[in-house]
C-alpha cells in the first residue's frame, strides 16, 4: 500500500510520489471515482518534455473524459504501459498500479499536502 | 454542489448505504454509480440490474374524454391502445418539436397514466391542462405520491416472480406482453406493473406508492440475490439505452427537433382523425436538408461525445454527436449524431474530431445492440 500522506498533490487532484529527481504521478482516488470506470488512456511517449500545469494526456471513463496534466516541468521517463493496456487498474488501485507518468523533473512547483488535499476533497 | 433545491428520492438513504455516488439530474440526486458502472451495464445485458428512476414524473389523466383528449394532446392515437396496454408517444410543439417523449399507460377505458421525463415534468403538465379545455378530463400531477423502481435484464421476470409481497397481479408475469402492464399488489398497496424499460433488454418497471418505495426495493433485491441482480445506475442507464439507439430527451430530442429527424416518424399517426397539437407543422416537416439523426461507429477506444463535431475529410463541419460512449457491450465507439443529408446520400467518409484528432467513422442502422428475442 501507497502512504498516501507521503504524497504530494495538486488542485487537479494527482497525487506524485518525489524519488530523488523522478516524479510519478497518477490520478487520486477521489478523482478515479468522480470519472467512473476508465476505459481509455493517452498517456505521453517517453522522451516528451513537458511543462508544468499543461494537459499531457487524457483519461477517459464511459461517461466522461479527464485531462491529465504534467504536475511538474521535465522529461517524461515512462508511461504506464499496464494501464495502458488494462485502463481500469486506475480504478481499482489508483496510488499503485495505476500510476501514470513518470517525469524526471527540473524543478518542483508548489504542491499540496496529504492534509491540504484532504481539505480542498472535504469541500 | 448541493443545494436546498435538490431533490431527493424516497430511496436515497438505500443508495447512500449502498455506496452510490451521486450526480445532478433534473434537480435530482440521483445514484450515478454503485462503483463500478461497467459492472452494473453488463449485469443488465447478461442478468439483471434494478435501478431507482422515481424522479420520473407521473401524470394522471382521467375522465369520459380521456382517450379522445390525447389523441388531440399527443402524437399518437392513444384511443387505439387496449386497458392495460402501454405506448411511446411524443408530446409536441405547435411548432412540430418535441416538447417531451412519453410513455403512456392505458389503465382503464377513461383512464391513463402518462410518463414523462423529470426535467419536463412542468412542461408537459402545463401543456396537458392547457390542451384539456373543452375535454371532459381532469389532469393531475401525480408524481410526488409515485416512486418508480425498475428491473432490467435477462432474469427480470424471475425476478419479479420471486418477489414476497407482489401479489394479486391480473395478468401473470409469464404472459404479460412486451409493452403492456398489470395491476397488481405489493404488501396490499396498489402496484402497477409495466413490462418497458429503458436498456434494450426485457424489463419491468414497477410504479409504487413513494411510502412503500423503500420496502419494494428492498423485495426485489432480496429475489434479486438468487439471479445476479445488482443496483444500477444512472451512467450504465446511460449507455445501456444508447447501444439500444434510444434517444434522451435534450440529447437526440428537443423543441427544435422534429420527430422525422429523430427517427420517430412513426410516433406520429398522421392517419388519426381530427387535429393535434403539432399537426400541421408535422405534415409540412422540416426544412429541406434538415439533419438527421444516424448511428456512427468508430474503432479504437477513443469516443465521440455529445457536442463533438462531424466532419468531411477536408475539416466541413457537417453534423454533431448527441450521445457517444465506448460501447462496453460492443467494445467500440458508437455514437449518435444529427448529420446533413446530402452526406449520407453520397456515402462520403465521415470523420469525427475528437477534441482535434479525426477519427473515421461508419454509419449504422439503428440499435447498435439488439438483445435476442425469445
Excluded at chain 1, 42 to 57: E, K, Q, W, Y
Excluded at chain 1, 72 to 90: C, H, K, Q, R, W
Excluded at chain 2, 341 to 346: F, G, N, R
Excluded at chain 2, 365 to 371: A, E, H, I, S, T
Aim: glycine content about 12%; cysteine-free.
Amino acid at each position: 500500500m501507497t502512504d498516501q500522506t507521503a504524497l504530494k498533490y495538486t488542485a487537479e487532484h494527482e497525487w506524485i510520489l518525489i524519488d530523488g529527481e523522478t516524479a510519478t504521478v497518477g490520478i487520486t482516488a477521489y478523482a478515479a471515482d468522480k470519472l467512473g470506470d476508465v476505459v481509455y488512456v493517452d498517456l505521453p511517449a517517453a522522451g516528451s518534455v513537458v511543462s508544468g500545469g499543461t494537459v499531457v494526456g487524457e483519461i477517459e471513463s464511459t461517461k466522461s473524459v479527464g485531462e491529465l496534466f504534467a504536475p511538474v516541468d521535465g522529461t517524461i521517463l515512462e508511461a504506464n504501459a499496464e494501464v495502458d493496456a488494462d485502463p481500469s487498474l486506475v480504478n481499482s488501485d489508483p496510488f499503485g498500479a495505476g500510476w501514470l507518468i513518470k517525469v524526471n523533473y527540473t524543478e518542483l512547483p508548489t504542491l499540496l499536502s496529504f492534509d491540504e488535499y484532504s481539505a480542498l476533497i472535504a469541500e | 454542489m448541493t443545494d436546498q433545491t435538490d431533490r431527493y428520492s424516497p430511496l436515497h438513504q438505500i443508495h447512500v448505504d449502498g455506496g452510490a455516488s451521486f450526480t445532478d439530474f433534473a434537480g435530482w440526486q440521483m445514484p450515478v454509480s454503485y462503483g463500478s458502472d461497467l459492472a452494473e451495464h453488463h449485469a443488465v445485458r447478461t442478468t439483471a440490474g434494478i435501478f431507482d428512476i422515481s424522479h420520473m414524473a407521473e401524470i394522471l389523466v382521467d375522465g369520459p374524454d380521456s382517450a379522445a383528449f390525447l389523441d388531440f394532446a399527443l402524437a399518437g392515437r392513444l384511443s387505439a391502445i387496449g386497458i392495460g396496454q402501454a405506448k411511446y408517444s411524443l408530446l409536441l410543439s405547435d411548432g412540430g418539436g418535441i416538447v417531451d417523449d412519453l410513455v403512456v399507460y392505458r389503465l382503464a377505458d377513461d383512464a391513463f397514466f402518462v410518463v414523462a421525463n423529470a426535467g419536463n415534468r412542468f412542461a408537459v403538465g402545463a401543456a396537458l391542462v392547457e390542451r384539456a379545455g373543452g375535454f371532459d378530463v381532469t389532469v393531475a400531477d401525480v408524481s410526488d405520491e409515485y416512486s418508480l423502481i425498475a428491473v432490467q435484464g435477462p432474469n427480470s421476470r424471475e425476478i419479479a416472480k420471486a418477489t414476497a409481497g407482489i401479489d394479486e397481479v391480473g395478468v401473470s408475469l409469464d404472459e404479460l406482453k412486451y409493452y403492456w402492464s398489470t395491476d397488481a399488489t405489493f404488501n396490499g398497496q396498489p402496484l402497477l406493473v409495466g413490462r418497458t424499460g429503458y436498456t434494450g433488454e426485457d424489463g419491468f418497471e414497477f410504479y409504487i406508492q413513494t411510502d412503500a418505495a423503500a420496502d419494494l426495493w428492498a423485495a426485489l433485491s432480496a429475489a434479486g440475490e438468487a439471479f445476479g441482480l445488482v443496483p444500477a445506475g444512472l451512467a450504465s442507464r446511460d449507455t445501456l439505452r444508447l447501444e439500444a439507439g434510444m434517444p434522451l430527451y435534450g440529447h437526440e430530442l428537443g423543441l427544435e427537433t422534429f420527430p422525422v429527424q429523430a427517427g420517430l416518424g412513426r410516433v406520429v399517426n398522421l392517419k388519426k382523425e381530427g387535429d393535434f397539437v403539432g399537426r400541421a407543422a408535422v405534415e409540412t416537416g422540416p426544412a429541406d436538408g434538415a439533419r438527421v439523426l444516424v448511428g456512427l461507429t468508430t474503432e479504437g477506444r477513443r469516443a465521440g461525445r455529445a457536442g463533438y463535431a462531424v466532419v468531411l475529410d477536408d475539416g466541413s463541419v457537417v453534423g454533431e454527436i448527441t450521445s457517444g460512449a465506448l460501447s462496453p457491450t460492443l467494445g467500440h465507439p458508437i455514437a449518435m449524431a444529427y448529420v446533413d443529408p446530402a452526406v449520407l446520400e453520397t456515402g462520403t467518409p465521415l470523420f469525427i474530431d475528437v477534441r482535434g484528432t479525426r477519427i473515421a467513422a461508419s454509419v449504422t442502422n439503428l440499435p447498435f445492440y439488439k438483445r435476442d428475442s425469445k
